[in-house]
């Protein structure tokens, strides 16, 4: 698949509001890349693929995480966190993507894992920073993505579960461990 075909893709399964923020997490992505040194293509595919099955209602997507035996690791938490997953397994199934980068990108942009790759960062950053993104401390991760990406990411995932508790929400917990391993690290 190509960035063209990606994009037509993407306009297919999204509404609009959706698709705005994937294009834009794209030409956020892309910057990142060219920054970080990462594969410019394959960044700009995992980006705008990232939300593809973000429109899908939760009935349908828990069905889908049955189907695609994910209920185990994801059924408990909140729905917002299975359109990733799905997404990755629905592209991987049907052979549209089989890229196991980007396919994992797509899968943890939500959540993070401990060991993510540098595409895997980009898009999980720039979905956290396009620049719609209004929440609190998202200029601190702006700042730093252009300059270490790693401590952009763990900014960033210290920010998501910070928020979550805040609202007495049970935290993933890949989330957990990636705040974790990064911290650590960095």
């Known amino acids: 698949m190509n960035e063209q075909e990606a994009i037509e893709l993407i306009r297919q399964s999204l509404d609009d509001k ?5 294009l834009r997490v794209a030409e956020t992505a892309k910057k990142l890349a060219i920054t970080h040194q990462a594969p410019l ?3 700009v595919l995992a980006s ?4 593809y099955a973000k429109c899908q209602s939760p009935t349908k997507l828990q069905a889908k995480l049955q189907q695609y035996e994910l209920t185990q690791s994801l059924g408990e938490y909140h729905h ?3 359109h990733g997953p799905v997404a990755a397994k629905e592209l991987s199934v049907t052979n549209l993507v089989d890229d196991t980068e980007i396919i994992r990108a797509i899968y943890y942009h939500t959540t993070g894992h401990p060991n ?3 595409l895997e960062l980009i898009v999980f ?3 956290y920073i396009e620049p719609a993104r209004t929440m609190p401390g998202v200029e601190e991760v ?3 993505a252009n300059e270490n990406i790693y401590e952009a990411a763990r900014i960033a995932i210290k920010n998501t579960i910070m928020y979550l508790m805040t609202q007495d929400a049970v935290i993933h917990p890949d989330s957990w461990a990636a705040y974790n391993e990064w ?3 960095y």
């Open 18 to 22: 959706r698709y705005e923020h994937s």
């Open 41 to 43: 293509e394959r960044v």
């Open 48 to 51: 705008l693929l990232h939300d």
């Open 80 to 82: 917002e966190l299975w």
């Open 116 to 118: 993510m790759g540098l």
């Open 125 to 127: 950053v720039a979905d």
């Open 142 to 144: 702006r700042a730093l």
């Open 183 to 185: 911290t650590k690290k």
